[in-house]
T-cell receptor
Framework: EAGVVQSPRYKIIEKKQPVAFWCNPI?????LYWYLQNLGQGPELLIR????????DSQLPKDRFSAERLKGVDSTLKIQPAELGDSAVYLC??????????FGEGSWLTVV | GEDVEQSLFLSVREGDSSVINCTYT??????LYWYKQEPGAGLQLLTY?????DMKQDQRLTVLLNKKDKHLSLRIADTQTGDSAIYFC????????????FGKGTKLSVKP
């Protein structure tokens, strides 16, 4: 069974440019998460979806970050415009019923 | 607020046992998790324990939970060089509404 798939794996962009990350969760998983992992830190939740509904986006910086999960499957996380401090790993995760949460390989962003 | 604490580094010799410790603050934790992160990779779910259990064993991994002291440990028997990675402790509780709260991770170095 395929795990959580993310793309791109690595991205280098100049500050003020936009960037988008895509996530395909494990088949049948209704809950999808985006986590942010800064260097040397544990992941922190950005947004959680139950099917297509964003049930917790309290930690998402809405001035520059946006996310969507159309049709309750794949999800996209966008940053516009990117800032130097956005350099981090963006992790997508999914679960069914929320007890066991599986992560993708992450999208590693460098803003220069 | 919710907090998960881990020591940052652990160094062991190949073949020895490794014990990684974690403390958490929220007594309403329902599940506690251990994830492994290798360089350049996402988080791999190693094991988890429900809060009404005090021990769980899975091959070389043993998880001990002391609910009274809010202390969780992961023991890796016969540690191998391939076990070198960062290990994250995480909790889920009713307050976090299905979201994981992570520690900063313990970097395990295994010396041959």
């Amino acid at each position: 069974e395929a795990g959580v798939v993310q793309s791109p794996r690595y991205k280098i962009i100049e500050k003020k440019q936009p960037v988008a990350f895509w996530c395909n969760p494990i088949s049948g998983h209704n809950t999808l998460y985006w986590y942010l992992q800064n260097l040397g830190q544990g992941p922190e939740l950005l947004i959680r979806y139950e099917n297509e509904e964003a049930v917790d986006d309290s930690q998402l910086p809405k001035d520059r970050f946006s996310a969507e999960r159309l049709k309750g499957v794949d999800s996209t996380l966008k940053i516009q415009p990117a800032e130097l401090g956005d350099s981090a790993v963006y992790l997508c995760a999914s679960s069914f019923s929320g007890n066991t949460i599986y992560f993708g390989e992450g999208s590693w962003l460098t803003v220069v | 607020g919710e907090d998960v604490e881990q020591s940052l580094f652990l160094s062991v010799r190949e073949g020895d046992s490794s014990v990684i410790n974690c403390t958490y603050t929220d007594s309403s934790s329902t599940y506690l998790y251990w994830y492994k992160q290798e360089p350049g990779a996402g988080l791999q779910l190693l094991t988890y324990i429900f809060s009404n259990m005090d021990m769980k064993q899975d091959q070389r991994l043993t998880v001990l939970l002391n609910k009274k002291d809010k202390h969780l440990s992961l023991r890796i028997a016969d540690t191998q060089t391939g076990d070198s990675a960062i290990y994250f402790c995480a909790e889920m509780n009713t307050g976090s509404q299905g979201n994981l709260i992570f520690g900063k991770g313990t970097k395990l170095s295994v010396k041959p």
